[in-house]
């Protein structure tokens, strides 16, 4: 044999082989069965601490653009959520049909583990946080996320999942202050993608749509939450990898419409009475949910 037709041989090898590491692509799912799991992120919380529509119900609005829906849900996220909540959720009864149903998973979880740590003081621009719990909260984080990926794999065999990177969630901190919060986030974006690849999940960067300057997506200095500039930033980000040429455009998002969890546990009751009148097409919201906010909202002021 020659020795350029053995170079020739190595080379196609070499190749064949870089392409067989990679994970397979998404394919388009049709009909989108999408479930939106896990933090305040999934669940569209705003920076005025209500629920609108956030980057999973632009995703919802982008698909039916484009292809047949059979359903979108967003009923097992919950602001608050840490990846021990998550993956509780996940085991929970009340996820197994909805997971089993479901083809395109998207999965926002792991901020709450670290952002629960960090000290920020908006008037003054500052962020501080403990090093060593930090060190802590993303190990427990990796170990979480990737016993959540498996149990999806198991509840959700014929999912897509892709998990949601996160954003820097202080952009109103002084410039000083900014690094090393920034780095951890930097680090659970890199768990985030390292767990994903392991499981063949799919991992949706959302930094670079962001940046550590993004006061026009994330505007309330005392709140973590982006507006709808900072949904559509992540719901592209995510149709990116599910279809390139999807695109959420200005001229598509919704008008503000956002309820307080007052009005969400009242709207919830009344489709739970009529659940219990005979009514199949009502939703079925967890027991116990107002309760839980307000629990987790005095705790918890982060995603």
Request: glycine residues 6%; negative net charge; charged residues 20%.
């Amino acid at each position: 044999m020659s020795r350029l037709k053995k170079y020739t041989i190595a080379c196609l090898t070499a190749v064949l082989l870089a392409f067989s590491a990679l994970p397979a692509a998404a394919e388009i799912q049709l009909p989108a069965a999408y479930v939106a799991l896990g933090d305040s992120l999934a669940a569209g919380q705003t920076p005025n601490s209500e629920i609108d529509a956030g980057y999973a119900d632009l995703i919802a609005q982008e698909l039916a653009r484009q292809q047949p829906v059979a359903f979108f849900s967003k009923d097992l996220a919950f602001p608050g959520f840490t990846t021990e909540d998550v993956l509780e959720r996940v085991k929970s009864e009340e996820a197994k049909d909805l997971l089993a149903s479901a083809n395109i998973i998207t999965l926002s979880a792991g901020a709450n583990d670290l952002l629960r740590l960090v000290q920020a003081d908006s008037e003054q621009g500052s962020l501080a946080f403990p090093q060593i719990q930090a060190d802590f909260a993303l190990n427990n984080a990796r170990e979480n996320l990737d016993e959540i990926l498996a149990e999806l794999k198991k509840r959700a065999p014929d999912a897509d999942v892709y998990v949601m990177g996160y954003y820097f969630a202080y952009p109103h901190a002084r410039e000083s202050q900014k690094a090393g919060t920034a780095k951890q986030l930097d680090l659970l974006n890199v768990i985030l993608k390292q767990s994903a690849e392991k499981a063949g999940a799919v991992f949706v960067p959302v930094q670079g749509a962001f940046g550590n300057d993004s006061v026009d997506k994330v505007p309330n200095a005392a709140d973590v939450h982006p507006n709808f500039k900072g949904y559509q930033a992540m719901a592209n980000a995510f149709l990116d990898s599910y279809q390139k040429g999807w695109k959420v455009e200005n001229g598509e998002l919704p008008k503000a419409a956002p309820l307080s969890f007052e009005e969400i546990t009242a709207q919830q009751e009344s489709d739970r009475e009529s659940a219990i009148s005979g009514n199949p097409a009502a939703s079925r919201p967890s027991e116990g949910l107002e309760e839980e906010y307000y629990a987790l909202r005095e705790a918890l002021p982060y995603v």
